[in-house]
């Protein structure tokens, strides 16, 4: 397999049907030391320079203390490949870290969102790509399933609160072995974050769960995917979507959830 072509094709599908990067656009990544968000990077980056819609791309680190080695070493990376890195260390959240060591997901996200926005200010750019991939949206949606009670992953698009910025996930078709593959292959240095390596969470057994299974059917998580692309309401419960008179037809794509694929 061709991963850079693999690579592109996927990310270019993802932003070509749900619309994510427009003429103009200035694009900055969240790189959060990982294989994950230093692949969006160097794949959006070739993809600027072969794209007719005309955009460009920068990235940024949040520093939070949650790193357990220096990160820069991927500032060094990058900037000998001549590209536009920030690093931003987050007073705030270092404080946070001191005085409430146990803090959850939700605050720290918090806290990492609004400094995100205020990079994304700074580098005036107007899309911040994250780099969530196929695996955490199957995460996603089975925790959801699981915990929250409703049928949904993660927004491959969405904006923040004031609509200043458009919020998008590139990497949600890319399983997370071809990420790890690709940053091997550029010869990146990956910064692991603490928590990465906490056990006795649902997302570590969730990604167990996957593991073990993944043995017998490895083609699990695109067939996730593509459930999730390919809603039959008539087979689930929700009123607002279910047509009594309808019987157990397939539903045409479109019909209920419109989607918005460039020409
Ligand atoms: S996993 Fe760690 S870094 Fe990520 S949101 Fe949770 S506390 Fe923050």
Redesign the pocket.
């Known amino acids: 397999m061709d991963l850079e072509k693999t690579l592109l094709r996927k990310v270019g599908e993802a932003i070509q049907r749900f619309h994510m990067i427009r003429e103009g656009d200035r694009v900055a990544v969240g790189l959060s030391g990982g294989k994950d968000s230093v692949t969006l990077l160097e794949v959006l980056l070739r993809l600027a320079r072969r794209s007719p819609v005309k955009f460009t791309v920068c990235a940024f680190t949040v520093e939070?203390g949650?790193f357990l080695q220096p990160i820069q070493p991927v500032g060094d990376w990058l900037r000998a490949r001549g590209i536009d890195w920030t690093y931003h260390y987050d007073t705030p959240s270092i404080q946070l870290l001191e005085e409430q060591p146990g803090?959850?997901?939700?605050v720290?996200?918090r806290f990492?969102r609004r400094a995100v926005y205020d990079i994304g200010r700074e580098l005036g750019a107007n899309v911040i790509a994250l780099g969530h991939t196929a695996d955490d949206f199957c995460e996603a949606f089975l925790r959801n399933s699981l915990f929250t009670g409703q049928l949904s992953a993660l927004p491959a698009v969405t904006y923040s609160r004031k609509k200043d910025f458009r919020l998008i996930r590139p990497l949600v078709y890319v399983t997370e072995d071809l990420t790890r593959r690709f940053a091997e292959s550029l010869g990146a240095p990956v910064i692991p974050?603490?928590?990465?390596q906490?056990t006795g969470t649902v997302?570590r057994s969730l990604r167990d769960f996957f593991a073990d299974l993944e043995k017998d059917y490895p083609h699990l998580k695109e067939s996730m995917l593509s459930a999730m692309g390919n809603l039959r309401p008539q087979r689930l419960l929700d009123p607002r979507y279910f047509d009594p008179e309808a019987g157990d037809q397939q539903a045409q794509p479109g019909e209920h959830f419109p989607i918005v694929i460039e020409s």
């Open positions: 939070q949650k803090h959850g997901c939700d720290c996200s990492r974050c603490g928590c990465s906490k997302r």
